[in-house]
């Protein structure tokens, strides 16, 4: 499991633990603004959930739109897919026009995916 969302991390762990699963907390946002996120940090997550060795992996934001963000960034750049089928995928799992702070998720994706489109896929 890992958990991007950057709170209390005790219960999370515990239960992740008791199921088998590594736990890792990697919250991703730059500062306390939910929108708002450090790109090194996202690096590091997609590593994480493409790596092999953390398979199965879970990943768990509270809310949902970290989650369903980094997972589009993730099947573009990792998987192959289009940006536009990876953001079908997001608005199923989580990122939905239901808060204001939704488009700076979107916009976070998109120039994630165009900055690293380039870089090697990981092993």
């Known amino acids: 499991m890992i958990d991007i969302a950057g709170g209390p991390a005790d219960a999370a762990a515990a239960a992740a633990r008791a199921a088998g699963l590594k736990y890792f907390a990697m919250p991703i946002a730059a500062t306390r603004s939910?929108?708002?996120f450090d790109i090194a940090k996202v690096d590091a997550v997609i590593k994480a959930i493409s790596d092999p060795a953390?398979?199965?992996v879970y990943l768990n934001s509270g809310n949902g739109r970290p989650t369903a963000m980094v997972w589009m960034i993730k099947r573009v750049l990792v998987d192959g897919w289009s940006v536009e089928q990876?953001?079908?995928e997001a608005a199923t799992i989580g990122l939905v026009n239901d808060?204001?702070?939704v488009p700076a998720f979107w916009k976070f994706a998109q120039d994630y995916i165009v900055a690293h489109d380039e870089l090697p896929a990981p092993p």
């Open 34 to 36: 939910p929108a708002t």
């Open 54 to 56: 953390n398979q199965p």
């Open 86 to 88: 990876a953001g079908a």
């Open 99 to 101: 808060d204001p702070a």
